[in-house]
């Protein structure tokens, strides 16, 4: 695991400058085309990622010289990534398979090649990473030689690979497939880019209120210009150094912000039109109280990025590409609790667990996680009550329930609405064991949980404890330290977060503007350490940066802190 990044405190100003770099692509020249018929590029697609010939078999290539083994367990992809680019993980630098650059010679560094030519986009000196060796130098490939090279491993140097890279077993016919899919691996810039832009958009829905919108903005708007601005200075500075004149060479950066109005299953006409009048590179940060699956599926179905959402309602897959979220929202507090309960109790599978559910997205996201968590776990499922969106519970309806149930552990996935039958003095209500409670859907009421049930009550809490967060402070710019209600505070830390990984992307891309490239880019990144969460962390086909969860109680007397009952639940 890679050391965890923390935000310096001039953040703002420090990652500007280093995307002065990533945006200016100096010496690197614009992709041309190249072409191939869909059925080919598809199928050769299947190969590179998922290890399967074009009949639907696996294919087959030893490694280590003479071990059999299916390209589903050695797949292209897994090295390579998906851009075709090229990985770095421990110091071991996976040069780029794209047929831009095998298609050229290689060079030795400092021979007078450009970046692009070597593949060291990530490269560079990084303090706690290990120094990454710089590849050889060769010639060019052709078509014989890279279908050679993919046989038996040896390249039009002469020299042999290193024994863990798949010797495979292609006929010609799918050998000259997989060719055809590499030629046009990261071959044209991505939609979003030209000549004088780097287009980008925000999404926000029409019931966010002004405030919260107001909050996310400003940074995001704050950055944008900052960049742009510092970008034309530092090229005039270029060329008064040069004492020549020349174009400017820096791309600008521009972002639109996508409103969304109405209803969610009016969303995805509203996202084409605007797609059609301005693509865009990717989505940066944007904000609903609802679910975020129409957007989802509209970056899934154009390929298109989009950089940690703010959003509570993330779609949960394990399959799915193109949207990086913070985290899976309330299914994970769902989730962490099933954990903890199952890492506290052994004898979890004889205890009768039974959860309420009030019928909102909130309680049926945890509900949902809960469910999965504890199916993991092999135990019997819980019983459900299900409470209507209006419906309230006085003393006597809730005793008569736990009366006849007689639950050993209560999940109530509702808001603080039922702490008042818990409260009511004239019904006199036992408490279970276990009460379990999300902090996320409680929110503030939180700590209106009575003394009486505070041993008893279990909070799942997401985020970096209150407490803890003041060490913190010294890492949020001036804006940041403005009074601000906790929801306003999480708003620019998350946008803060959103913004330093982009443009922690962008400067390792160093103008290769393909979109799988800035995911690929992304997991390759060291964690971050932010005031809201423990920490951010990035891999391969990882879509949750933070995977964790607080289980907490209240401490006694009328200002509690939050005694920590769980490590931070990872999963």
């Not at 087959?60 to 990985?87: E, N, W, Y």
């Not at 990473?129 to 491993?153: F, I, K, N, W």
């Not at 959003?311 to 099933?338: C, H, I, M, N, R």
């Not at 109530?412 to 008042?420: A, G, V, Y």
Request: proline share 6%; net charge neutral; hydrophobic share 35%.
């Amino acid at each position: 695991m890679m050391k965890p990044a923390c935000i310096t405190p001039n953040l703002m100003t420090g990652l500007l400058l280093t995307l002065l770099f990533s945006l200016s692509g100096w010496g690197a020249e614009q992709p041309g085309t190249t072409s191939a018929n869909e059925q080919t590029l598809r199928l050769g697609q299947r190969m590179y990622r998922d290890g399967l010939l074009p009949s639907g078999e696996p294919m087959q290539a030893h490694v280590k010289d003479d071990i059999p083994a299916p390209g589903t367990s050695f797949t292209c992809v897994s090295c390579h990534m998906r851009s075709g680019l090229g990985s770095i993980e421990g110091g071991v630098f996976t040069t780029p398979t794209n047929g831009r650059t095998l298609y050229q010679k290689r060079d030795l560094p400092g021979a007078g090649n450009n970046r692009r030519n070597t593949g060291m986009n990530m490269a560079g000196k990084k303090k706690g990473v290990t120094p990454v060796q710089p590849p050889s130098a060769r010639p060019a490939y052709s078509d014989d030689t890279l279908a050679e090279v993919m046989r038996s491993g040896r390249d039009t140097s002469g020299r042999i690979l290193d024994t863990i890279m798949p010797r495979y077993l292609l006929e010609d016919k799918d050998m000259s497939i997989l060719i055809a899919y590499l030629k046009n691996l990261a071959y044209e810039y991505s939609p979003g880019i030209d000549n004088y832009n780097i287009n980008f958009a925000t999404i926000i829905t029409d019931e966010v209120h002004v405030d919260q919108v107001e909050a996310m903005m400003k940074l995001l708007e704050s950055f944008v210009t900052s960049a742009n601005k510092q970008q034309v200075d530092y090229e005039a500075q270029l060329v008064k150094l040069r004492e020549t004149r020349r174009e400017p060479t820096y791309r600008r950066v521009k972002l639109s912000r996508w409103l969304l109005k109405g209803p969610p299953g009016t969303w995805q006409s509203q996202l084409e039109t605007y797609y059609r009048k301005e693509p865009v590179f990717a989505l940066i940060g944007g904000i609903t109280s609802k679910s975020w699956k129409p957007v989802h599926e509209f970056s899934e179905a154009h390929m298109l990025p989009c950089i940690l959402p703010i959003t509570d309602f993330p779609v949960v897959s394990a399959t799915d590409w193109y949207t990086l979220y913070f985290s899976k929202g309330y299914f994970q507090e769902g989730e962490a609790a099933a954990s903890f309960l199952a890492s506290q109790d052994q004898d979890i599978k004889s205890k009768k667990i039974v959860q309420i559910v009030r019928n909102t997205p909130q309680g049926q996201a945890l509900s949902e996680g809960f469910m999965q968590g504890l199916n993991d776990k092999v135990v019997p499922l819980p019983s459900t009550i299900m409470v209507a969106p209006n419906e309230s519970l006085d003393g006597e309806s809730l005793k008569r329930l736990l009366d006849k149930e007689k639950p050993d552990i209560l999940a109530l996935w509702t808001d603080d609405s039922l702490l008042r039958a818990f409260m009511e003095d004239s019904v006199p209500i036992e408490l279970p064991a276990t009460l379990l409670i999300s902090s996320g859907y409680f929110g503030s009421k939180i700590w209106s949980i009575p003394e009486k049930m505070r041993s008893a009550a279990y909070i799942t809490y997401p985020y970096r404890l209150p407490q803890d967060e003041s060490r913190y402070d010294r890492l949020f710019t001036s804006t940041m330290k403005q009074p601000n209600s906790d929801e306003i505070r999480r708003i620019k830390s998350k946008t803060m977060a959103s913004l330093r990984v982009l443009t922690q992307a962008l400067k390792e891309m160093r103008g290769d503007f393909f979109r799988d490239y800035l995911f690929d880019t992304i997991s390759m990144m060291q964690d971050l350490e932010l005031p809201l969460y423990e920490r951010l962390s990035f891999g391969p086909e990882q879509r949750y940066a933070s995977k964790g969860c607080y289980v907490v109680q209240l401490s006694k007397g009328e200002k509690p802190d939050l005694i920590k009952k769980s490590d931070w639940v990872i999963h």
